[in-house]
Structures are given as C-alpha cells and as structure tokens.
C-alpha cells in the first residue's frame, strides 16, 4: 500500500506527518518504508540526523527528488515493504502528480483557518483528479484554543472526509522533527490506527 503525504502549500506538516505516521505504522509491526520525494530532503536530513544522534529510525528512508524519479521507482521499492509513505514537496505539482498515479491513498494536512482550508482544496483535488481516496488531517492545532469546529464542519459539509483524530501543535513535535526519532507518537497513534483501522487503547 502506497500512501501519498501531499498539499500545495509548504509548511502544513506534510514531512512531520509522513515520518511520524511511518514511525508509528513500523510500531504496529509493519515493514514500513518512508520516501522523501522533495528535493528539500526533510526526511533523508531526519535520518541522517537521528543516527547520528545514536538512536536511529526504525523506517528505512528513500530519496526520490523528482517526478521521474517517482514514476521509475516507486512502485518497485514499495513492494518490498507492507506501506510506503510519501512526502511530497510543495510548489512541484509534477511530483505529487506523479506519486499519486502510484497511490492507493492520500493525506491533505490542512492546519486551522479558512486560507488554509482554501489551499488545501487544491491538494483534494489533484488527488480526486488521480482517483485517489483523499482524507483531509488537522494538524497545527493550537491545544489551547477550542477545536477548530467550524473548519470541521465545513470539510463535513463539503464532504471531504477526514480522520476523526487532530494532530495538536506540540513543543515536543517541533523539537523532534529533521533531528530525532519520535520516541513519543503524540495524536500520530491515533492517526496510525485510523490509517490501518485497528484499535488501540487511548491514552489518558
Ligand atoms: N504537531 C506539530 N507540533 C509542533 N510543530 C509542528 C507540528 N507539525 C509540524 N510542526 C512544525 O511545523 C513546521 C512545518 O512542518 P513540516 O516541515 O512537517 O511541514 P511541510 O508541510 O513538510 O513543509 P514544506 O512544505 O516546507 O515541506 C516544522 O518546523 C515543524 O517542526
Ligand atoms: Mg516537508
């Protein structure tokens, strides 16, 4: 299964998203690859950064910086693995077209506010363009204001689905991310298991 991280607006938590829900799919015992399809290399500098730091990844992280890169190689990579997760870049719309033809299913991160809403359309629809299952995931949600309810009600409203758990913005994410493994899986427990449909018991 080929799951594709994407939206045309930097900064949404799109390789936050793709290494901690690949972290915490390898947890429930998947063989779990993460690719880093922006030639920014979020992911592969993560990698680097946290084996460096003598605790590394426990996924393996490929680079595929362009879309021909994508179309040559990512379907023979993914076979090798139960899921493979894609962080896409965000201005090169080629790429994530190009990882969505491979894509069984694909993630629009869409932080609260209404500009943020309007940007993450177009994510819905160059995945509804490839005929991908697209679910929208809040993320950068602030804990100390109140849920972002009307943001919810209208991708309900429009019928976008979306997963029922929120990613809350979080000190000990940030802290992490491009320099450490997540020890600590924070909401991506939940997003993992929504993702894989299995239960897990709540933290308090
Ligand atoms: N849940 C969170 N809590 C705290 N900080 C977060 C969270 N998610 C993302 N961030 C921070 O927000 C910033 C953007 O996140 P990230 O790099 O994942 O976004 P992106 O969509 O991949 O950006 P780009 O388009 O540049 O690739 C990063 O500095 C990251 O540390
Ligand atoms: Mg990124």
Not at 183 to 188: A, K, S, V
Request: glycine residues 6%.
């Amino acid at each position: 299964m080929i799951c594709v991280v994407e939206a045309v607006k930097g900064g949404v938590g799109k390789s936050t998203t793709a290494l901690y829900l690949s972290e915490a799919l390898a947890r429930h015992g998947r063989r779990v690859l993460a690719v880093d399809a922006d030639p920014q290399g979020t992911l592969l500098e993560w990698e680097a950064a946290a084996a460096d730091a003598g605790d590394p990844l426990r996924v393996a992280v490929e680079g595929l910086p362009s879309a021909v890169m994508v179309r040559r190689r990512l379907t023979g990579l993914a076979a090798s693995y139960d899921m493979t997760v894609v962080d896409c870049p965000n201005r090169d719309v080629a790429v994530i077209e190009a990882a969505l033809e491979c894509a069984d299913e694909a993630i629009v991160p869409v932080p609260p506010g209404v500009e943020e809403l309007r940007r993450a359309r177009a994510g819905f629809a160059l995945a509804k363009r490839a005929g991908v299952p697209c679910r929208a995931l809040l993320t950068l949600v602030d804990i100390r204001m109140s849920l972002p309810q009307e943001l919810l009600e209208v991708l309900d409203a429009e019928g976008v689905p979306r997963f029922r758990s929120l990613v809350r913005r979080r000190a000990a994410i940030a802290s992490t991310v491009g320099a450490a493994r997540p020890r600590e899986l924070h909401d991506y427990a939940h997003v993992a298991a929504e993702l894989e449909n299995l239960e897990v018991t709540l933290a308090p």
